[in-house]
Each structure stands twice: as C-alpha cells, then as structure tokens.
C-alpha cells in the first residue's frame, strides 16, 4: 500500500510509531515533543489502511486533547471520520458504553451522572443521618477517600474490612450508604464509569466480547496520568487483539516515579 501524502509531515522515528499498526506500541517522548499529533496521524493511518473509524478508540485526558484529535483527522481524513472516530475522555467513552449495558447492573440506561457537588450533597446527607461531626472528617475529604478508592478498584467492603482507625472507620460508613443512595437514584458518580465498565466487562465472556469487538485498535494519550482503575480497563478492551498504542512523557514525575506504568503496559500487551 502506498504511503499517504501527510506522512511527510513526520520525521522518520514518528513514521515507524505512525506505520508499527499491529500489536502493542509505546511512544515516549518529552513534552511539547508531537505525542499527540503522532497518535493523531497513527489514526489516520489506520482509516487509510481500510480500518473503520468506529473500531477505533483514543482515549485521552481532557475534552480539549479529544477535540485536538477530531480537529487534526477533520483536515487529514475528512468530515466523516472525524465524527466517526471515538475519541474523548474516560469517563465520556465510558459513559457512552454504558449507556448501552447499565441494565446489566441494574442500572437504566437513562441512570444520572453526579457531578461533584452533588456528590457532596449526597455525603453531606448521610452523615447528618449518622450524626457525623464535620470536625473528624470533611464532606469533601470523605469524598477523596472514595474517589481514591474507587481509582483502586477498592469497593466499599473492601474498604470497611481494612479500615484501620477511627477516621477510615467513618469514611467506611459513609462509602456504604453512598452506594447504596446512588444505586437507589439509579445514578454513577464520574469513578463510577470507570469502575462499571470495568464489572461489566468482567460480568462474563459474552459480556466483554460485546463490548471489546467494538475495538480493533486502542489508543492511549499521556499514558503517564492512567490509574489503576484505567490501567484495567484498557486490559480488558485490548486484551485480545493486542493492537494497542500508548504515548507518555517519559519526563513527567509520574512516570520518574516508578516502573508501574512500563509494567502496566506489559500486562495489557500479555507480555
């Protein structure tokens, strides 16, 4: 197949990570360095190929690096695949899916997204209902411990089985009955479109397969930021065909930090 024109573009190190199609891929580079433009024009390249722009998912971090990929494909592939390509955040690609399976969990398709303050809302009301002083532990600081255990995949039994002192104690009560009130307001907090896409994925074979045919080629933005609850994700969906692309800063402090996401990136390739 003959190369496309806007491959010119690119320098040669960037064409080998723009042509290497098949199989898991990780480009590093510092910041300002064209991470995202290469993964833009890796999708691109893929579309020339023959592959539908509705198999093909980048997920990234913000809106505004979403709408740089959809804007970069509008002037390189055109209208039709820049509407067609899914790309966005997490939680919005998520969000989308499990619009199309919430019953499995119990939830209608129409179930509510909490934003933050609502969230807080909802905490702030159950502990008034248990008698909870403000003064122990915030609304919000119970929120994070929440959010930070739900980005572990830890739920809340998890949770109120290895609290360890009075504070997490109260944090384990109040994990509970938040669960409970959202499932009764058949709504989802943001960590839970992470976290039910993950139970539905893992609900049972068919159940992946559904959602994972969709995808035959996964693509990751700043791979350097990705949590747990993320890192999973992304195993499950490219667990298969293994056609997965990742960029990170390999100058950020995250990834300085530690192995974890070379190692992550191993375990989603199989390797």
Not at 36 to 44: D, F, K, Q, S
Not at 130 to 136: A, D, F, G, P, V
């Amino acid at each position: 197949m003959d190369a496309p024109d806007f491959l010119k573009d690119l320098n040669p190190v960037q064409q080998q990570a723009v042509l290497a199609t098949e199989g898991p891929v990780m480009i590093l580079a510092g910041a300002g360095s064209g991470k995202t433009r290469v993964l833009t024009y890796r999708i691109a390249y893929l579309l020339h190929k023959g592959v539908d722009a509705f198999n093909i998912l980048a997920l990234t971090f913000t809106n505004k690096a979403a709408g740089e990929i959809k804007e970069r494909l509008l002037h390189l592939c055109g209208e039709s695949a820049s509407r067609s390509i899914w790309a966005g955040t997490f939680h919005s690609v998520f969000a989308r899916l499990l619009r199309a399976h919430a019953e499995a969990l119990g939830y209608t398709p129409s179930f509510s997204i909490y934003d933050t303050d609502e969230s807080l809302s909802v905490i702030r009301s159950i502990m008034q209902q248990q008698n909870l002083s403000t003064q122990l532990v915030s609304p919000a600081a119970i929120r994070s411990a929440i959010s930070s255990a739900k980005n572990q995949l830890v739920g809340w039994e998890e949770y109120s089985r290895n609290a360890s002192d009075i504070r997490e104690r109260s944090v384990a009560k109040v994990y509970e009955q938040y669960e409970r009130r959202l499932r009764f307001n058949n709504a989802m907090d943001f960590d839970d479109l992470l976290v039910n896409m993950i139970r539905i994925m893992r609900l049972s074979d068919e159940m992946l397969e559904a959602v994972r045919s969709r995808f035959t080629h996964v693509c990751v933005d700043e791979y350097q930021d990705t949590n747990r609850a993320q890192y999973a994700a992304v195993k499950l969906l490219a667990g298969e065909h293994r056609n997965l692309c990742v960029v990170g800063d390999e100058t950020s402090a995250s990834w300085r930090a530690g192995d974890q996401h070379k190692e992550s990136f191993q375990g989603v390739c199989g390797q």
